[in-house]
Nanobody, 125 residues
Framework: QVQLVESGGGLVQAGGSLRLSCAAS????????MGWFRQAPGKEREFVAG????????VIADTVKGRFTISRDNAKNTVYLQMNSLKPEDTAVYFC??????????????????WGQGTQVTVFA
């Protein structure tokens, strides 16, 4: 059974930092792109960042560019999202996702086949 388990969310003051982790189990995603999405209350799920299987292709949403970075450790089957200079509008549930086929990053949620349960990030002013 494939599982993606996020961790690292929490409550943080604006301007602070958090690092999210997503550990995969049940299969390896060494050859697959992985990404982070987020969903705020009353809003659609949106793409935040994605990383190709090799790490050579990284895509960051404009809304977080310059503040968030994504990385992966294939030996640990884990992907990370480093979030700096957090703003209240970053408040959302953050989801890790993985593609079952395809090593390139895609921005649409439909392109991802495996999802974590989400971790809450709350940024207060």
């Amino acid at each position: 059974q494939v599982q993606l388990v996020e961790s690292g969310g929490g409550l943080v003051q604006a301007g602070g930092s958090l690092r999210l982790s997503c550990a995969a189990s049940g299969r390896t995603f060494t050859n697959n792109a992985m990404g982070w999405f987020r969903q705020a209350p009353g809003k659609e799920r949106e793409f935040v960042a994605g990383i190709s299987w090799s790490g050579s292709m990284i895509v960051i949403a404009d809304t977080v560019k310059g503040r968030f970075t994504i990385s992966r450790d294939n030996a640990k089957n884990t992907v990370y999202l480093q979030m700096n200079s957090l703003k209240p509008e970053d408040t959302a549930v953050y989801f890790c996702a993985a593609r079952s086929l395809g090593g390139l990053v895609r921005r649409t949620a439909d392109e991802y086949d495996y999802w974590g349960q989400g971790t809450q990030v709350t940024v207060f002013a």
